[in-house]
C-alpha cells in the first residue's frame, strides 16, 4: 500500500503561480494529479510515468508542468498564469501503470487535496 500526500496548496491572485508538491511512500510508475472544483465532476490535470512521459488536460496545457523528484517519490505541480477557473481542490494519485489518459480508475492510492484557490 503507497500512502501519498500533497502540499503547497494557498490562495493566489488571478495570474499568480503556485507550487504544489506531494510525497509517496514508495516508488509508484505512474503520478498524477486531478482537481475538483465546487459543484463539478473531478477531472485530470496532470499526469507522469516513472520513465519520464507525461499528459496534461487541455485547460492546463502551456501552463502547468508536472515533474518527479529523482528518487520518484516527490510529485511536483507548477502552475503558472492562473485564472481564478483553476479554484479547486487539487488530489494527488499513484498507480501501478502509467497509461497517456487522465482516468481515475488507473490510480489506486490517492491524497487528501491541497485547496488552490484564485481570487480575481
Known amino acids: 500500500n503507497v500512502h501519498v500526500r500533497e502540499s503547497g496548496g494557498d490562495s493566489v491572485q488571478a495570474g499568480g503561480s503556485l507550487r504544489l508538491s506531494c510525497v509517496a511512500s514508495?516508488?509508484?510508475?505512474?503520478m498524477a494529479w486531478f482537481r475538483q472544483a465546487p459543484g463539478k465532476e473531478r477531472e485530470g490535470v496532470a499526469s507522469i510515468d516513472y520513465s519520464g512521459p507525461t499528459t496534461y488536460g487541455d485547460s492546463v496545457k502551456g501552463r502547468f508542468t508536472i515533474s518527479r523528484s529523482n528518487d520518484t517519490t516527490t510529485l511536483y505541480l507548477q502552475m503558472n498564469n492562473l485564472p481564478t477557473e483553476d479554484t479547486a481542490m487539487y488530489y494527488c494519485?499513484?498507480?501501478?501503470?502509467?497509461?497517456?489518459?487522465?482516468?481515475?480508475?488507473?490510480?489506486?492510492?490517492w491524497g487528501q487535496g491541497t485547496q488552490v484557490t484564485v481570487s480575481s
Open positions: 494519485a499513484a498507480g501501478p501503470s502509467w497509461y497517456p489518459l487522465l482516468k481515475e480508475r488507473y490510480y489506486a492510492w
Open positions: 514508495g516508488v509508484t510508475v505512474a
